[in-house]
């Protein structure tokens, strides 16, 4: 008795500062790790209480779960994107045959949660589903998903949602109709071992009624398995960051369910006794949009063959995405594939209409492969974009500039400039700079970078495109002052090489290996000789070269000395 006494008052105390921090929605930093620990805990020893409840109607249940819904759905609902209004139609459409095998007729909704790191599901009284986005980018099949929504199903269908409701008036001493506040968490956390492993059980039975393959809920489990494994070790690097959120998501989800080797156990005692026959799984539909977004995440971590590999494989999956078709060329072009690259770009250009952004990139991506055939590969493309193009003059002037017809890329130059009618923008003026800078004309160069940045003085790119053009000219002490003098800290590694390159010239090694380190910790291309030589002059190319050389001779050195 004292153990109980002492339990529900530290409970009870807990759940006071959850009320609490509810009312005064306090905005605090807490790990997902620790929050579900403390709510599955909590609500693992509710579902022990020595309490018994009259069974509330399902009009009641209905009403609660809808009120909850609008509480927490009215989060979700605010700026949708275009994804996630897809992925909910998605969930819609696995979910109403599954819902309508219930033995419940219930009005089921399936909600989609756009959150990378929320792996998980969960249900509300009166057959509200919630599916997150960390859960939807494990899935491969459709079979999966169909598993996850049945076991969700489940949890109304045999009301352990409506007791949940219940035990949580009984603890806060709340009337039903006050409980419209309740924290979601309640809700995601796990209940009884007995219920998750008849909500698992039932759950696939749903699914294989509604035409589904079995295997999609082993599938499921074993994923858990796997990445419950892969989560053990604690992120040791940034890129690694989303890797220990999501562990300690699992970790959580773990303390209040099953083991997964429980879970696939069952289910294959299950088909067995059923005598299921194995089926086909069907693709997630959804998947290319997890595809390009995990291909996002490997762009922006420097993992780009990878990056490549998953925006390559979410087109196939629904070819002409934008976003996937951006990561891919961006991919490519990282790793010195430009041609590649360009196609991509092209492919990019034709599929939402041409941007000046995304053309200048193109633009150098046809360069970077074929200088000479360049300019006809983009005069060609500029021929069919539709609207206004004498902003794609500057970029074309810059091709014929490549492809040794300087007369011709002044005519460019003069009908771009007669076009746009109150002269030159500073805009313009950065960007024929960079084309003349490589095509080896440095003087040209640091003539209109120099305007440019007086123009727009609180552009960062400019200030460092002129200090390349400076350490063309051999003004290596001015190079390395106009990147100190740059506006921001934007463009860190490419700040960081032009300075490396400025005192290696000026035969300062240390202070150049200094930077040339910075300036590969922050962007691995610099380790692509093929990359450097196709985008900076012979002379940064050499300079990268040598340092790279001389950073290896001295590590080899430090190694050999520390051997003997």
């Not at 819902?99 to 790191?117: C, D, E, G, V, W």
């Not at 109304?156 to 109709?177: F, N, S, T, W």
């Not at 609207?387 to 460019?412: K, S, Y």
């Amino acid at each position: 008795m004292k153990r109980w006494i002492a339990f529900s008052a530290v409970v009870l105390l807990g759940v006071m500062a959850v009320v609490r921090s509810e009312q005064k929605k306090v905005d605090v930093s807490a790990s997902p790790e620790a929050l579900l620990y403390l709510i599955a805990d909590t609500e693992q020893e509710l579902t022990r209480m020595p309490v018994s409840f009259t069974r509330m109607s399902d009009e009641e249940e209905i009403r609660i779960g809808d009120q909850l819904a609008r509480y927490y759905g009215a989060q979700q609902e605010r700026n949708k994107s275009p994804e996630a209004i897809v992925v909910e139609r998605y969930l819609r459409q696995v979910g109403g045959p599954l819902a309508a095998r219930a033995h419940r007729k219930l009005p089921y909704k399936f909600h989609y949660i756009p959150n990378s790191y929320f792996i998980n599901a969960f249900a509300l009284p009166g057959g509200h589903v919630f599916v997150g986005g960390g859960l939807l980018a494990l899935m491969d099949s459709e079979d999966e998903l169909a598993a996850v929504i049945g076991h969700e199903i489940e949890h109304v269908d045999h009301y352990h949602c409506a007791e949940r409701v219940q035990q949580q008036e009984a603890l806060r001493k709340i009337p039903l109709g006050e409980l419209i506040a309740l924290p979601i968490e309640v809700f995601e956390a796990g209940y009884s071992k007995d219920q998750e492993m008849e909500a698992d059980r039932e759950g696939t039975r749903l699914a294989v009624q509604a035409g589904y393959s079995a295997s999609g809920a082993i599938r499921m489990f074993e994923t858990f398995q796997r990445l419950y494994k892969e989560y053990q070790a604690k992120a040791q690097t940034p890129q690694e960051e989303v890797s220990q959120v999501a562990r300690q998501t699992l970790e959580g989800y773990f303390r209040s369910h099953p083991q997964p080797s429980e879970r696939i156990a069952q289910v294959q005692k299950l088909i067995a006794s059923e005598g299921w026959t194995v089926r086909p799984e069907r693709d997630l539909a959804v998947g290319y949009i997890f595809r390009t977004d995990r291909a996002k995440r490997a762009l922006e971590a420097h993992q780009y063959a990878e990056a490549e590999q998953l925006a390559t494989r979410s087109l196939q999956m629904q070819a002409g995405q934008e976003q996937a078709l951006e990561v891919l060329a961006k991919a490519q072009f990282a790793q010195a594939k430009f041609a590649d690259s360009a196609s991509a770009y092209r492919r990019l250009l034709e599929a939402q209409g041409w941007t000046i952004h995304v053309a200048d990139e193109y633009a150098l991506a046809l360069a970077a492969a074929d200088r000479r055939s360049a300019a006809g590969q983009f005069r060609e493309w500029m021929d069919s974009a539709h609207g206004d193009t004498h902003d794609l003059q500057v970029p074309m002037a810059g091709l014929l500039l490549f492809a040794g017809e300087p007369d011709a890329a002044i005519r460019a130059v003069d009908s771009a400039h007669e076009n746009a009618g109150n002269g030159w923008s500073p805009i313009w003026l950065g960007k024929l700079g960079w084309w003349y800078y490589l095509s080896g004309n440095y003087q040209k160069a640091s003539d209109l970078l120099s305007e440019a940045t007086q123009q727009r003085p609180g552009d960062t790119q400019l200030w460092i495109r002129l200090a390349w053009t400076q350490i063309e000219i051999r003004r290596f002490s001015n190079a390395v002052q106009v990147v100190a003098n740059s506006p921001s800290e934007k463009w860190q590694a490419e700040r960081a090489m032009s300075v490396a390159v400025a005192f290696w010239q000026a035969k300062e090694p240390d202070e150049a290996l200094s930077s040339f380190s910075g300036a590969v910790a922050n962007q691995p291309e610099w380790e692509n000789p093929a990359w450097v030589k196709a985008l900076y002059s012979p002379l940064a190319a050499q300079s990268v070269s040598e340092m790279q050389a001389e950073r290896e001779r001295r590590a080899k050195n430090a190694r050999n000395a520390a051997g003997r």
